[in-house]
């Protein structure tokens, strides 16, 4: 096989690497990139990657110093000098023994995405759509959100010199994602329904308007998201860990995950491949639904959690994800908001910091150490997708609750500015 190209995974059918359609002309399925087999492989193949990990170096340095770019083999070997890169990736994996005690897992690592640029893992898709953008001439870029991918989106359009345009579902957007959005300049709407309205939305003005689209349907967001897999493989020295767990919405990284793990293995940078957990919040969890049938038939719901990155009910990259749960002999689990809400507290609480959909990842590991099916003493990596401000609510809301009060709640105190009164609450509190 030669080059780059785009194939349909429904239905076969191949497309140019520079052709703009995001979905697949002859069945309307969903668009994967195909690349050609690197020239060197294996152990010179990370040789090369791991090269490529320069320190900072100063003003200006782009591409070269992105988490994402560094994989330029696995994720557009063609894009040249036309990057439109913060730069981002290059995030921490993180062993915290707090966060060990709390699951049962002595060896979980969590890699944070949040430390992206725009505060989550959506940058490292971005950053390649967005390039790929601008090489196909694209005028005005849109997508459909929960928040962050507008907000990454806003980001990339202004970096690239685009205007941007993001819908997303009235009231259910956190604070933080909604005040980068509009601050980086993209014009926003505020839509009357949920978050699987909006992307039915953004596709028909995709092809009424001639917008180029960059949700996560978009293959070449799939690219950049694998690179969260790359990177974390490349810090452990390409020792793969047992399980990836990740959280669960519209399935695009899911999709991606498996697609990385697919080529890692197929050009030797890892020879075990991990398995992967995709966790859902119970309320909206029609992929764990699918998957308890032997994923026999799709699953629609109408989506109602507190984890409102992963509020979906109609997840856009269902085939593909099957395909990323069955090929790694993967599981799709599910924890309630209360579970969310815990390992978010004590994710917080251990000097991480992650937003509520990030922390189901931290749940789900848990629960699948108490369901038997991760061992306790396997080498887990938790992806934590976003960052701990994206959502202040969800924290003030946890902290303040009294009836019941949660299990790790920090309340402040109001206090007036004597000695007296602070003494009096430090003693009381201690008491407590
Ligand atoms: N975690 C966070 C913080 C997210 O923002 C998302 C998705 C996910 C997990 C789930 O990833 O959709 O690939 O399964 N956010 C999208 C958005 C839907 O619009 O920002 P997924």
Same mark, same amino acid.
């Not at 690497?17 to 309307?28: G, K, L, M, N, S």
């Not at 609750?401 to 790790?408: A, G, I, N, V």
């Given at each position: 096989m030669s080059g780059t190209r785009q194939r349909c995974a429904t239905c076969g059918h191949e497309l140019a690497?520079? !052709? /703009?359609?995001?979905? %697949? $002309? /002859? %069945? @309307?399925g969903l668009l994967e990139i195909l690349h050609a087999r690197p020239a060197v492989t294996g152990a010179a193949l990370r040789a090369r990657f791991d090269g490529r990990r320069v320190p900072p170096r100063g003003a200006g340095g782009g591409a070269q110093e992105s988490g994402v770019w560094r994989f330029l083999e696995a994720v557009l070997p063609t894009a040249a000098s036309e990057i439109v890169s913060y730069p981002e990736g290059n995030t921490p994996l993180l062993e915290r023994p707090t966060l060990g005690r709390w699951t049962g897992l002595p060896r979980l690592l969590l890699k944070h995405e949040g430390l992206n640029p725009t505060g989550s893992f959506k940058d490292r898709g971005m950053t390649v759509a967005v390039t790929q953008a601008r090489r196909v001439g694209a005028r005005a870029l849109a997508c459909a959100s929960t928040g962050n991918t507008g907000a990454s989106l806003a980001a990339y359009a202004s970096l690239a010199g685009l205007p941007a345009l993001v819908i997303v579902p009235q009231g259910q957007v956190a604070l933080g994602k909604l005040t980068q959005t509009i601050a980086y300049g993209a014009r926003t709407l505020l839509v009357r329904g949920n978050f699987d309205a909006c992307l039915d939305l953004a596709e028909q003005a995709r092809e009424r308007l001639e917008l180029y689209l960059l949700n996560s349907i978009n293959p070449f967001r799939i690219e950049g998201q694998k690179t969260i897999v790359f990177e974390l493989l490349q810090q452990l020295d390409w020792a793969a860990p047992d399980w990836i767990v990740l959280p669960a919405g519209n399935l695009g990284n899911t999709a991606a995950f498996g697609k990385a793990l697919a080529e890692a293995r197929d050009w030797g940078l890892i020879a075990d491949t991990p398995r992967l957990a995709a966790v859902q919040a119970a309320g909206a969890a029609p992929f764990a639904a699918s998957f308890q049938e032997g994923f026999a038939r799709r699953h629609r719901v109408e989506p109602r959690t507190v984890a409102s990155a992963i509020n979906?009910?109609?997840?856009?990259?269902y085939e593909r994800a099957v395909r990323a749960i069955r090929e790694t002999n993967g599981v799709v689990t599910t924890v309630t908001d209360e579970e969310i809400l815990e390992a978010k507290a004590v994710v917080d609480g251990a000097g991480v910091g992650c937003e509520p959909a990030s922390a189901a990842s931290v749940a789900g590991a848990r629960r699948l150490l108490r369901d038997g099916v991760i061992g306790r003493e396997q080498r887990v990596v938790a992806v934590l997708t976003g960052h701990l401000l994206k959502d202040p609510e969800s924290v003030t809301r946890y902290h303040q @609750?009294? !009836? $019941?009060? $949660? $299990?790790?709640a920090n309340p402040p105190v109001e206090i007036g500015p004597t000695l007296g009164e602070l003494e009096r609450e430090l003693r009381s509190r201690d008491a407590r």
């Open positions: 690497e520079t !052709d /703009a359609q995001v979905r %697949c $002309p /002859a %069945c @309307q979906i009910g109609n997840p856009a990259s @609750q009294t !009836d $019941p009060r $949660p $299990p790790h």
